[in-house]
Nanobody, 125 residues
Framework: HVQLVESGGGSVQAGGSLRLSCAAS????????MAWFRQAPGNEREGVAY???????DYTHSVAGRFTISKDNAKNTLYLRMNSLKPEDTAMYYC????????????????????WGQGTQVTVS
């Protein structure tokens, strides 16, 4: 029932910034645990950033300090602000959501999330 629609991807030079958006429908973002994943060609899909219903966040080591995940519950939208982008950040970025708490060991496991967006491409050169 939940649909996630991503936008904001594009092509930038190394050191640049982008903000990705994920518009949720069918359920309030305030009732969802949400995350951003990414997948480069030939690579596994990996968790990037996570935000709990109470606003708590977590990041994978490779993006910590550069990326910021946030939600605007009034707009029912998830965001990922990406600063100081590197070529290794090039990937398809996906929004994911689940209505239940996943546990600390599962927040970056792709199989833990019930709902997924279509992906938006980020290319850093």
């Amino acid at each position: 029932h939940v649909q996630l629609v991503e936008s904001g991807g594009g092509s930038v030079q190394a050191g640049g910034s982008l903000r990705l958006s994920c518009a949720a429908s069918g359920s309030a973002a305030s009732s969802l645990y949400m995350a951003w994943f990414r997948q480069a060609p030939g690579n596994e899909r990996e968790g990037v950033a996570y935000i709990a219903i109470n606003g708590g966040t977590d990041y994978t080591h490779s993006v910590a300090g550069r990326f910021t995940i946030s939600k605007d519950n009034a707009k029912n939208t998830l965001y990922l602000r990406m600063n100081s982008l590197k070529p290794e950040d090039t990937a398809m970025y996906y929004c994911a959501a689940d209505p239940k708490w996943l546990g600390l060991d599962d927040i970056f496991e792709k199989h833990a999330y019930k709902y997924w967006g279509q992906g938006t491409q980020v290319t850093v050169s």
